[in-house]
């Protein structure tokens, strides 16, 4: 129930911190709940490694395409479109499709957090698993002397030749933490599976799709109360002839 139908049924508020609520419980016992005093006005560490995640495929696309022209090669073969929580990536090939270079899209699939590496007051160890989606297109393409070369096929290829700069990035010596260390403990690429794209009820022609499942074990923290820091305080410390200690402490405090 929103707080302003607590506030306006339930007898009041109690000032910054708690509200007072009256006649919500079968025996109209009053309670006092208390609330945050800060606006929660960030993102979870979740939210952050899927961003960064996007933001090094990206990145190292980039820069793989600046090595390939160096080395003489074609830059188009270390291209990636890279994108985040996108429901139908693969539709870029059919709204742009002079543009035939791999899809990526990162999307959040969920998370458990292990109480054995977490506690109940600041921080909660989290294990995320998050899907990233690598989409290949192809022409089907006729072949001098007749035949044809299939698109499905092509398709296929392109979708493995892009998993495999995806799984050599993030698994490289660089990204072991993903660049966040501190808050990414562990990442894994846990298994790899090929699909077709579906729209409806019919299968996307072709377009293939790689799924890498990347498991990242993460830390997340939450807000805690802030204690009044004591100022000013002197402590005279005097060792007795016997080895007591004697201590003498000075500080301002507000009664």
Request: net charge negative.
């Amino acid at each position: 129930m929103p707080i302003r139908d607590l506030i306006a049924r339930g007898i009041g508020y109690g000032g910054i911190g708690r509200i007072v609520t009256g006649g919500l419980t079968p025996k109209a016992v009053s309670t006092i709940v208390e609330v945050l005093p800060n606006l929660i006005d960030k993102v979870d560490n979740v939210e952050l490694v899927r961003d960064v995640v996007g933001a090094i495929l990206f990145a190292n696309s980039i820069s793989q395409q600046a090595l390939a022209i160096v080395a003489g090669k074609d830059p188009d073969l270390w291209k990636l479109r890279v994108f985040i929580e996108r429901s139908n990536p693969w539709g870029e090939f059919r709204d742009d499709p002079a543009d035939v270079s791999p899809i990526v899209n990162i999307w959040l699939s969920g998370g458990s957090y292990p109480q054995d590496v977490s506690n109940s007051v600041s921080k909660q160890g989290m294990t995320a698993a998050f899907n990233v989606d690598i989409y290949g297109t192809g022409k089907t393409e006729s072949v001098l002397g007749g035949g044809q070369k299939p698109g499905d096929k092509k398709a296929a290829f392109e979708a493995q030749r892009a998993y495999r700069l995806v799984r050599n990035t993030l698994m490289s010596a660089q990204n072991i933490y993903l660049q966040l260390r501190g808050v990414v403990g562990q990442r894994w690429i846990e298994s790899a599976d090929i699909f077709q794209p579906v729209f409806g009820v019919e299968t996307v022609e072709h377009v293939i799709g790689m799924r890498a499942s990347l498991v990242v074990r993460l830390n997340e923290f939450s807000p805690q109360n802030e204690g009044v820091t004591l100022e000013q305080v002197f402590v005279d410390v005097v060792r007795a002839g016997d080895g007591f200690i004697l201590a003498e402490t000075d500080f301002d405090y507000t009664t």
